[in-house]
């Protein structure tokens, strides 16, 4: 059974500071790996999604990469700001279904 | 784009009561629709899955009876939450994939905050 983990839980960060989340997950046969970011009371906002033949993914400030071998992958903010406040989750599919498996998040606070 | 609509946004009940809550593809024809609970401080569960004109797949432990589902068209799908207690509040999202992009991308919609009195 997949499980994912996140690490931190909670991170708070001055901003402009660069920062990393981790996630790591326990079936390293999954064919993608997905970033969401959910705010407060809010649905959640796809941010990146990595296939498993990729090793990485930006889109803009955010570079998310993805070793499948030692099931990690990492979301890197650059530059980090205030707006950037919010919940991150990974989530990767459960076994070769389309079900998806969510970590518990880490909560980012970054500081004005 | 991939928009994916809920309504309503929130809603309050009674105990007793059963409370239907709408989840619309938009902008394209979804294949599958997913939902999923959250509660506090919780990452999000999945409660089952359904497919356009089939009956829904429901993970363990989600009672099937209580939680109905109905996926009438490519473009809506329906939870209705039967006979809620207060142990059913919580926040329920639902997701859509389309066959045209990655298998298992999902999109998600804004989540339905439901609160049983």
Redesign the interface.
Known sequence: KQEVTQIPAALSVPEGENLVLNCSFTDSAI??L?W?RQDP??????LL?I?SSQREQTSGRLNASLDKSSGRSTLYIAASQPGDSATY?C?V?QGGS????????TKLTVNP | GAVVS?HPSWVICKSGTSVKIECRSLDFQAT?M?WYRQFPK?????MA?SNEGSKATYEQGVEKDKFLINHASLTLSTLTVTSAHPEDSS?Y?C?A?KRET??????????T?LTVL
């Not at chain 2, 919780?42 to 999945?46: A, F």
């Open positions: 064919y993608n997905q969401f009371g809010k649905g959640l906002t796809s999604l296939q989750l989530a599919p389309e079900k998806l498996v969510f970590g518990k998040g | 809920q599958t997913f919780q990452s999000l569960m999945l899955t926040f999202i997701s994939s990655s298998p298992n991308e999902q999109f998600f919609g804004p989540g905050r």
